[in-house]
């Protein structure tokens, strides 16, 4: 089990550039979410996939984002048009989909990867 | 998923317990408690969890107060690798947490 790895850590653009991040969750994890998270806040949830679908869109997730899980493994999330706003930290996490121990599923984290737009 | 209260910061002297305290008076019959901590530029770090009695794992032990409106995280012997932020999350075990801001604990050498 070698946990939830992201691609690229570090990535800076320029505004109105188009980016794209990859998330590779644990392997056998059917859910996969995406989070973004600005300077001295707390992660805030945008999406997520149960397998390939995507089941709950957050409104922060605007019309410039879009998520994929084509066969339900990795996942992308892309950002369109990029504006200066977009600067954070987007965090992918995964979790089994079924209920553990204590009957509820938890949610692993990956690094992260770190948006600059200029 | 219920709302929760944790002190902005806290200070902890090296090799003593630290205890993280977090609100969370509207919690509902089926939520659970979880905490995770965060270092720097880092993702969240998965710690404990739990639902009503009191739970331990080799990296801290998690109280829950019996009417459990509040929770203390306890970590027995903090060391300086334990400063981060630590994020205490109520959650039904549906999809989505719910981040606060935090506690930011330092560990002084």
């Known amino acids: 089990d070698t946990g939830v790895s992201q691609d690229p850590r570090h990535k800076i653009t320029k505004r109105g550039q188009n980016v794209t991040f990859r998330c590779d969750p644990i392997s056998e994890h059917n859910r996969l979410y995406w989070y973004r998270q600005t300077l001295g806040q707390g992660p805030e949830f945008l999406t997520y996939f149960q397998n390939e679908a995507q089941l709950e869109k957050s409104r922060l997730l605007s019309d410039r984002f879009s998520a994929e899980r084509p066969k339900g493994s990795f996942s992308t999330l892309e950002i369109q048009r990029t504006e200066q706003g977009d600067s954070a930290m987007y965090l992918c996490?995964?979790?089994?989909?079924?209920?553990?121990?204590?009957?509820?599923?938890?949610?692993?984290f990956g690094p992260g990867t770190r948006l600059t737009v200029l | 998923d219920a709302k929760t209260t944790q002190p902005p910061s806290m200070d902890c002297a090296e090799g003593r317990a630290a205890n993280l305290p977090c609100n969370h008076s509207?919690?509902?019959?089926?939520?659970?408690v979880y905490w995770y901590r965060q270092i720097h530029s880092q993702g969240p770090q998965y710690i404990i969890h739990g639902l009503k009695n009191n739970e331990t794992n080799e990296m801290a032990s998690l109280i829950i107060t019996e009417d459990r409106k509040s929770s203390t995280l306890i970590l027995p012997h903090a060391t300086l690798r334990d400063t981060a932020v630590y994020y205490c999350?109520?959650?039904?075990?549906?999809?989505?947490?719910?981040f606060g801001t935090g506690t930011r604990l330092k560990v002084l050498a």
């Open positions: 999350i109520v959650t039904s075990g549906t999809y989505k947490y719910i």
């Open positions: 509207t919690i509902s019959g089926n939520e659970y």
């Open positions: 996490a995964s979790s089994t989909g079924t209920s553990g121990r204590l009957g509820t599923d938890t949610q692993y």
